[in-house]
């Protein structure tokens, strides 16, 4: 009896407790399921854990870099300063609660395809790493809570689930309007940003043309890297707020943040630190990659069979060959929402203990990006402007009010950069706050809204066929412009 029970504990302690293995067993599980041969199911099991270690060494290169910034930024402004990037601080939290984020996940998905199945919400997500990021703000959240395992994996199984139901649904009409109908979904949690951008649009661009009739300077489009962008602009911050804390502590002080002797010396570190950010990201992007390439095919197979005619709920740069063009100019304009935000933040002196949120590349390339799109496709060039800019405003100030709620990760200095894992995490972070009892009733209320509106918007405004941008259409219906549609859509593209 005893060596069961000291296996039982192995198994608990060693293997279901290491987010490694535990995903490497259930994308081997899932391969089975699909019937893969015994080479694809052990390769594929071993792919997904030696993602998860991946992640560890990209997230220890993102720490290394953004620990003196964080000083740079205390000694030039006074106030902290945060980076917001989902991978690094998702990351991070693996430290401290890996093995939770695995299970939520997997319970997670599996509530997901059952509200799909069973509910007007025929939306299967497949953004994999997003559903990995959710999972993670989710568990950080509930672990403050007096909550067992069992319960906490299952209330974060319910929100996880109904958000990856939910926000398809919710951006459909616009989606609908950028994709000329094609049967596709948006399955990314930046979609009030993205809803938010093409409200906008329609109402400030009824008579403003296409981005994609314009003609774009070749010398900018290397900017659609976003590691490329990543590195440049924390080389540009890191030096800027290098400067601004020499001229402001001098020169004793300044050096001691950089070990450097020099003037010199103090910026290249910088510099070095800036490309080491870069790396560290780019590192857990594939770190993420390689976890997914194996887990999502496996959840793909299993989805397919239980929810058929479903749609898909793709990443968010499926919408980018719609308007190339609305892409590269509504990650511009996020970019300077951020910046605008970030300056508001400061001339206030970060008010109410906020956090000075820097612009992420990350967050703004693909958010922003998809921002223009949906601005564009109901407000032309003024709507990609004006939508990008909103996003860029949107994912400054929420991820800053967010940092208060995310308990030990909040000390970090990065944060989740997308607009839904603002306004999602404010509600739970405060529903958690109210205690188990009455979090979970306030939690349960949550899920229930959520569930009934995107329903009831379903059948209201997606099935009836809604059109978001009818006044722009209306106003070049009879003229040979053909901007309502952007070219790119009506080619197919």
Request: proline residues 4%.
């Amino acid at each position: 009896m005893d060596v069961i029970v000291g296996i039982a504990k192995f198994i608990v302690n060693n293997v279901l407790n290491q987010p490694a293995y535990l995903v490497g067993i259930i994308t081997s599980i899932g391969l089975l399921a699909l019937r893969r041969s015994i080479g694809q199911v052990i390769g594929g099991g071993l792919k997904a854990a030696m993602g998860f270690l991946i992640l560890g060494v990209g997230a220890a290169t993102v720490v290394s870099a953004l620990e003196p910034l964080g000083k740079l930024i205390l000694g030039a402004t006074g106030a902290r300063g945060v980076v917001p990037t989902n991978e690094a601080v998702v990351a991070l939290a693996q430290e401290q609660f890996g093995a939770q984020v695995a299970w939520v996940m997997i319970a997670g998905f599996i509530v997901s395809i059952l509200l799909a199945r069973f509910t007007p919400l025929k939306y299967v997500f497949l953004t994999g790493h997003h559903t990995f990021f959710m999972a993670t703000l989710i568990t950080a959240l509930l672990v403050t809570a007096d909550l067992s395992a069992f319960w906490m994996i299952a209330v974060g199984a319910a929100l996880l689930g109904t958000m990856m139901v939910v926000m398809p649904a919710f951006t459909h009409p616009w989606t609908r309007r950028v994709t000329g109908g094609e049967d596709v979904a948006i399955g990314h949690f930046g979609s009030i940003g993205y809803i938010t951008a093409g409200t906008v649009g329609r109402l400030v661009g009824k008579r403003s043309k296409s981005t994609e009739e314009m003609k774009f300077p070749d010398g900018l489009k290397f900017l659609r890297d976003s590691m490329i962008a990543t590195a440049l602009s924390m080389v540009l911050i890191y030096t800027v707020f290098a400067l601004v804390m020499l001229g402001r502590v001098g020169k004793a002080e300044a050096f001691a943040v950089m070990e450097a002797t020099t003037v010199g010396d103090y910026i290249m570190a910088g510099v070095m630190h800036a490309l080491l950010f870069g790396v560290g990201v780019a590192v857990i992007l594939f770190g993420v990659r390689t976890i997914l390439g194996e887990l999502v095919p496996a959840f793909n197979g299993i989805a397919a069979k239980v929810v058929p005619g479903a749609l898909p709920a793709l990443d968010c740069p499926v919408t980018f060959p719609y308007a190339p063009n609305a892409v590269l100019i509504g990650f511009i304009a996020s970019f300077t929402g951020g910046l605008a935000s970030l300056g508001i933040l400061m001339a206030f002196n970060a008010p109410m203990g906020l956090a000075l949120i820097l612009p992420g590349m990350v967050p703004h390339f693909f958010t922003g990006g998809t921002a223009g799109v949906f601005g564009n496709a109901t407000g032309g060039r003024r709507g990609a402007i004006a939508g990008g800019f909103v996003n860029g405003v949107i994912i400054t100030f929420l991820p800053a009010l967010l940092l208060k709620v995310l308990g030990s990760l909040g000390l970090a200095n990065t944060t989740f950069g997308d607009a839904d894992f603002g306004w999602f995490g404010l509600s739970v972070g405060y529903a958690v706050k109210l205690g188990s009892t009455g979090g979970m009733l306030v939690i349960a209320f949550i899920v229930l809204v959520l569930l009934s509106g995107a329903i009831a918007f379903q059948r209201l405004v997606v099935n009836r066929g809604w059109n978001p941008s009818a006044p722009r259409e209306a106003h070049f219906a009879g003229t040979a412009n053909e901007d309502a549609v952007p070219q790119s859509v009506a080619a197919g593209s």
